[in-house]
């Protein structure tokens, strides 16, 4: 049942990140997305990295896809305005994905990474220690993180504020 | 808390590898196939959350803090892309009445 715990997620997530993919509307495709989030929730928590569970779970599930949500909803998409690609450009993007997967998979087999995951500090993903690392190894890109957050706001104000002149 | 984090204990690295690469080509292959620009971004999203899970299992893996700081960074610039992205798809869609990505075609040639 130990191992089996996280092979039942690991097809969650995968199944419902075929979902997001293929769904035709795409408000149903914004909520398949927010269980793929959750489910990634859930290997963090399995990993013990309980901030970034937390994280994941304000950050990406509470602000990102409700910002995603919005903005279906601010532009009033629906099935009929879904632009649609010729199956010809989809079946050789869907080639394409898959020749990169083949690749992928097998340079991972070429490896024989067959060790298996363990957590030997127990306390490794707790906000203690990793405020620590955060505050004294990475403070400099924390500061730089927030000015980026800072200036993303200031485009995200100046690109959506209507121009004055055509209203 | 402990048996929660024993229920992971003796899953190799490789599946864990496995399953960030094919959540990785999922994303892709909506990149590809898909003309809608914000299913588009989502399709970002999910690559850039695959990368996140295995830069935590390597965490792990290697027992050092690193990678989950490394986490906690593509997050905020996961936000701030979010951000000025879906301002731009609203002001394209403002001016074009669209979100397909095929109108956007002024810089091809």
Request: overall charge positive; hydrophobic content about 60%; glycine content about 4%.
């Amino acid at each position: 049942m130990n191992i089996s715990l996280f092979y039942l997620v690991a097809f969650l997530s995968i199944f419902f990140s075929l979902l997001v993919i293929f769904s035709k509307n795409p408000v149903h495709s914004i909520l398949y997305l927010i269980i793929t989030f959750f489910t990634f929730t859930i290997h963090y928590i399995l990993l013990n990295a309980q901030f970034l569970a937390i994280v994941n779970f304000i950050v990406y599930m509470g602000a990102i896809l409700v910002l995603f949500l919005f903005v279906l909803m601010l532009l009033n998409l629906n099935k009929d305005s879904e632009p649609l690609k010729s199956n010809l450009l989809k079946i050789i993007g869907v080639i394409g994905g898959m020749c990169l997967l083949v690749t992928l998979v097998g340079s991972t087999k070429a490896l024989h990474l067959s060790n298996p995951v363990v957590l030997q500090t127990q306390n490794l993903g707790l906000v203690k220690n990793l405020g620590k690392v955060l505050f004294s190894e990475f403070l400099l890109p924390f500061e730089v993180s927030s000015i980026l957050l800072l200036s993303a706001m200031v485009g995200a104000v100046l690109l959506a504020k209507r121009e004055p002149n055509n209203v | 808390m402990e048996n929660i984090t024993q229920a992971i204990h003796g899953v190799p690295l490789n599946n864990y590898i496995l399953l960030s690469i094919l959540i990785f080509c999922i994303g892709v292959v909506g990149v590809l196939t898909r003309r809608n620009a914000i299913i588009i971004f989502m399709s970002v999203e999910l690559m850039l959350n695959a990368v996140n899970l295995l830069l935590a299992v390597f965490s792990v893996y290697h027992n050092n803090a690193s990678g989950q700081v490394f986490v906690f960074f593509i997050m905020a610039l996961a936000a701030a892309e979010v951000a000025v992205g879906l301002a731009i798809i609203v002001m394209i869609y403002r001016n074009t009445h669209s979100i397909d990505i095929n109108v956007l075609n002024k810089l091809k040639w």
